[in-house]
């Protein structure tokens, strides 16, 4: 027999999604019931295997999944089906040197740091320690730190995509 080994324990194919109101909760924080309009979600069965697209509410990204393992494999949230550990990494949680590069005032208005994951795809200012203030994804970011690269364009003697010289 096929397929994934708490279902063939438990087979409940009969129960749909809405005789459980608070998974019902959860899955339009995840943006399921919006994102995938063509699909009946409330009249699911538990166990379907129906694809569906999801969007992460901590760090925006969008993948896919199937109704079972989104319930199944993720009921508290903790993480993504892109693979992100969002809940409980933060940009700062997760690599507290990053704090110092922050550049809090143009941040201000973009996005709370606490609230961003590191593997965000959110483009935000950083300072590098000469003062030099640039813009750059926060996951990017990350990645140049983990390898010990220099993120700022202006040290790194290149120029930004975006910026000419005239």
């Known amino acids: 027999m096929r397929g994934c080994s708490c279902c063939k324990k438990n087979p409940k194919s009969s129960i749909s999604i809405k005789d459980y109101p608070e998974i019902l909760d959860e899955l339009k924080r995840w943006r399921i019931v919006e994102l995938n309009p063509d699909v009946d979600i409330p009249n699911l ?65 973009l996005c709370d740091p606490n609230k961003e994951s590191q593997c965000s795809e959110r483009k935000v200012f950083w300072k590098c320690q000469k003062g030099h203030s640039y813009k750059m994804s926060i996951n990017q970011r990350v990645a140049l730190l983990k390898r010990g690269k220099t993120a700022c364009y202006y040290c790194k003697n290149i120029t930004h995509p975006t910026t000419r010289i005239i």
Not at 45 to 69: D, E, L, R, Y
Not at 102 to 108: A, K
Request: net charge positive; charged share 15%; with cysteine.
């Open 45 to 109: 069965p538990i166990q379907s295997g129906v694809a569906i697209t999801q969007q992460c509410p901590n760090c925006s990204k969008i993948s896919n999944t199937t109704m079972h393992h989104k319930i199944k494999h993720n009921k508290d949230g903790s993480y993504c089906m892109s693979g992100c550990s969002c809940n409980f990494t933060s940009v700062f949680a997760g690599y507290p040197r990053l704090k110092s590069e922050w550049d809090f005032l143009p941040n201000s208005v």
